[in-house]
């Protein structure tokens, strides 16, 4: 199994930046992509962006050029930097990760972004 806790969600203005953080413990040596999705109100979850152990990246075109997903794969750990807000990123942000390239096979319990106008 594959624990993974999510940290550094809140409140920001539009304009504003945020970083999320997620940290993976447990039986991680086979855990290949990782992924940030979210969900807001009344929507479906969707795929934020995706990285490979190799470090290879995918982003949704509405946050491509202000998001930028990495990971430390030293720390067990990976991050969400988000620049230029919008309204529109308020949502749930969940961490998820998973052994081949492009299924997750596990989730964090998320954490609240929250963008005013």
């Known amino acids: 199994q594959v624990q993974l806790v999510e940290s550094g969600g809140g409140l920001v203005q539009a304009g504003g930046s945020l970083r999320l953080s997620c940290a993976a413990s447990?039986?991680?040596?086979?855990?290949?992509?990782m992924a940030w999705y979210r969900q807001a109100p009344g929507k479906q979850r969707e795929l934020v962006a995706t990285i490979t152990r190799g470090g290879r990246t995918t982003y949704r075109d509405s946050v491509k050029g202000r998001f930028t997903i990495s990971r430390d794969n030293t720390k067990n750990t990976m991050f969400l930097q988000m620049n230029s807000l919008k309204p529109e990123d308020t949502a749930v942000y969940y961490c998820a990760a998973g052994v081949g390239t492009t299924a997750v096979q596990y989730w964090g319990q998320g954490t609240q972004v929250t963008v005013s106008s």
């Open positions: 447990g039986s991680i040596f086979d855990i290949n992509i």
